[in-house]
């Protein structure tokens, strides 16, 4: 073993310092202000930069994020920040090498930077696409039907969602410098929120030259991103009701930020994803030879070895059948042995790297020793220094680099309160024995609230057991099976399309989630009034409000014959009643095989509670309804993709008639074609004007058409 030479000093004085991001233009520190923290390559000790925020216009920042963010951004709509998203994350797509040389100094390696800057860019692609897929093209969402709140009709009520006034602060930790931060942005840009960035000093440079990227691309409005390079220990002062804090880091900050009096008397929303000792549970059914248990061990060494363990979504506790410690323990120490090499990320063949700093070095093994002074026995690894893989492709100990093995704990007292208590934030887990079902629920509760934790199993009763039993305990379960092994992005992996948070000690947040999390950043408000007027302010044609009869007599004027230019909510057209008759019903039954007694036998049918005898098919109904509303020559309405919210409330036996109302309910022009969506309230009724069947007949429209 050789001991690799120390890192040539240098002068921090001399050292770039990184800059802010304040107002839409790059800031460093005047000279003269204070030293600033210190920034090192976690795999070779050499200074990279300082981080100085001394002097920097906190209260300007959140000022400018109020006025100039929120008016840029609210000059555009849900869909057109949705789209800018895309754009940028085409951008940064094609420039993330840039990032990843970069990341490496960090002790992550290509996996590592892959899992970071991909994904953090995988993350802006995921909402500039659910942003236009589910979202309506305006500022304003409605939330839930309408409610009647008066007899007539006159009175009614909704929710609808806005965003929030202020800014988004959005702070992170250092282990994901780049996908920590976009995980908030996009949300937060989608809903039309301005953000400013707070990261973590020792990586915060990377976030910084993500931020750059973003700023060059010349995509993002004026104000709609700032970044603080530094301590930003008074900005929660700046801070009031339409703002909110997002923060991911350990609980004692989190803690001390919510006990701030701007969140606790203010109203400052905040949202945490705090510590978190998850929990991967291995089946009874689980034993050496099989997948599962083979998956398990794979996702043990993967989530304790991926960013050196530095994840907030690792297995700190591999929670097994009493009788399989002895073989997890060895499958995992084996697997260490033959898939893990420890060393600079720049080395070829290095598969783990540094730790992000010799603090956390420090704060690693210290947790580690409490642990073994607790009780737990080190069964793989060692905490002596280890000997690495450098940059030169040399075995060595390197002295000023924050190195570890990967650690497996074992524990005779499985109820510990350091093992359930103390999260080791590296390459370190422990394996715990349990001898029940309830038991491995009980073991996995004990971490008092967890971001994620997985459940491998292949026999369903077992996973519906252990499911629901630690379920209200964690933000997400991982299943894991034979079935899902090679395909499932694991466990240490939050996708955007689900939450990502979890309850008690994981801090009670929740990111990501789809559309979820852009409805983070914005206010529910019942909103109350006649159909006419929240029609107005949704954008929505509401049951009730005035309605735009086309004339009969006037083909032209049937809404089929406009384009979204042309078209308003409100345009309607009502039928002719058409007479249903016993051959009709017959007919279609035999024609479509639809034989159900209800409409083939009159004594049955007649049985029934819900009939006064044979009854016409619903979907019968429903396709004479479009011959009865359709102007069949070519025209504005390109296609029919479908119904929705379909429901049959009169059934309409033979001699009974039958209209339909259609109504233009929401128009959704797309911002990149040349056509748009229209959703038409459609409403059936019968002679006597009962209501027989509603639903919504979703069409594409083109947005100019021919006179």
């Not at 008066?150 to 780049?178: K, M």
């Not at 973003?214 to 530094?230: C, E, F």
Request: glycine share 10%; with cysteine; aromatic share 6%.
């Amino acid at each position: 073993m050789t001991t690799a030479p120390e890192a040539p000093a240098t002068d921090a004085a001399a050292a770039t310092v990184v800059p802010s991001y304040i107002r839409d233009s790059w800031w460093t520190p005047a000279s003269g202000a204070g030293r600033g923290a210190e920034v090192r390559d976690a795999s070779t000790g050499k200074l990279l930069a300082v981080v100085n925020a001394d002097g920097l216009d906190l209260a300007g920042m959140v000022q400018h994020a109020r006025t100039v963010g929120q008016r840029e951004l609210g000059a555009l709509t849900i869909h057109e920040r949705a789209l800018k998203l895309k754009e940028l994350a085409q951008y940064l797509n094609a420039r993330r090498d840039e990032v990843y040389e970069l990341s490496y100094r960090t002790g992550a390696t290509k996996l590592d930077s892959m899992v970071d800057v991909d994904g953090g860019i995988g993350v802006l692609f995921t909402f500039g696409s659910k942003g236009r897929r589910e979202l309506p093209n305006t500022n304003v969402i409605v939330d839930g039907p309408m409610e009647a709140l008066s007899r007539d009709g006159s009175f009614v009520g909704e929710h609808i969602y806005t965003r929030i006034p202020g800014v988004a602060v959005q702070i992170n930790a250092f282990n994901f410098p780049v996908w920590g931060m976009l995980e908030k942005f996009a949300p937060a840009f989608v809903a039309g929120v301005p953000t400013i960035v707070k990261p973590a000093t020792p990586t915060g440079y990377v976030t910084e030259a993500m931020v750059r990227l973003m700023v060059a691309s010349g995509i993002l409005p004026s104000g709609s991103i700032q970044l603080v390079s530094g301590s930003a220990r008074t900005l929660l002062d700046e801070l009031d009701y339409r703002d909110m804090v997002s923060f991911t880091g350990s609980a004692s900050t989190a803690n001390m930020l919510k006990s701030h009096p701007n969140v606790v008397h203010g109203g400052v929303r905040f949202t945490s994803e705090t510590d978190s000792l998850n929990a991967a549970i291995l089946g009874p059914d689980a034993v050496p030879g099989t997948p599962e248990f083979e998956a398990f061990v794979k996702s043990v060494v993967t989530e304790m070895t991926v960013k050196a363990g530095q994840k907030c979504t690792a297995i700190r506790r591999a929670i097994v059948p009493a009788e399989l410690v002895d073989d997890v323990v060895a499958a995992i120490g084996a697997r260490v042995g033959e898939r893990v090499v420890v060393g600079d990320p720049r080395a070829e063949g290095a598969t783990m790297g540094a730790l992000a700093s010799l603090e956390q070095l420090k704060d690693v093994r210290g947790a580690v020793e409490s642990l073994v002074a607790a009780g737990g026995r080190i069964a793989v690894g060692s905490l002596d220094a280890p000997e690495v893989l450098t940059a030169s492709g040399e075995k060595a100990v390197v002295a000023d680099g924050a190195f570890m093995s990967p650690l497996v704990l074992t524990w005779d007292d499985v109820r510990a309160p350091a093992l359930h208590g103390t999260e080791a934030f590296g390459p370190v887990s422990s394996v715990v024995g349990y001898t029940s079902l309830e038991e491995a629920v009980e073991l996995a509760a004990l971490g008092s609230g967890s971001l994620v934790a997985s459940v491998c199993t292949n026999d369903p009763a077992t996973a519906q057991a252990l499911v629901t039993g630690i379920a209200a305990h964690h933000g997400r379960v991982l299943m894991l099976n034979r079935e899902d092994a090679k395909t499932s992005t694991g466990h240490g992996s939050p996708v955007p399309h689900l939450v990502h948070g979890g309850p008690g000690r994981a801090g009670g947040g929740e990111e990501l989630g789809g559309i979820r999390s852009v409805k983070h950043h914005m206010q529910r408000t019942a909103l109350q009034g006649s159909p006419n007027m929240l029609t107005a302010v949704t954008g929505v044609w509401h049951t009730g409000a005035d309605r735009h009869l086309a004339d009969p007599a006037d083909p032209s004027a049937h809404p089929f014959r406009k384009s979204l230019a042309e078209l308003r909510i409100g345009d309607a057209v009502r039928s002719e009643l058409r007479q249903v008759t016993l051959e009709d019903i017959t007919a279609f039954a035999n024609e479509t095989g639809d034989t159900f007694y209800a409409h083939t036998n009159e004594e049955a049918a007649a049985a029934n509670p819900f009939f006064p005898g044979i009854v016409a098919h619903g979907y019968l109904l429903v396709s004479w309804a479009a011959g009865l509303f359709v102007s069949p020559e070519p025209g504005p309405v390109l296609a029919n993709y479908g119904l929705e919210n379909l429901r049959f409330i009169t059934p309409v036996p033979a001699g009974d008639s039958i209209r339909v109302t259609l109504t233009a309910k929401e128009i959704t022009p797309r911002v990149t074609d040349e056509y748009g969506e229209v959703r038409w309230d459609a409403v059936l009724t019968n002679q006597d004007d009962e209501i027989v069947a509603t639903y919504d007949v979703l069409t594409l429209v083109a947005k100019e058409w021919p006179a």
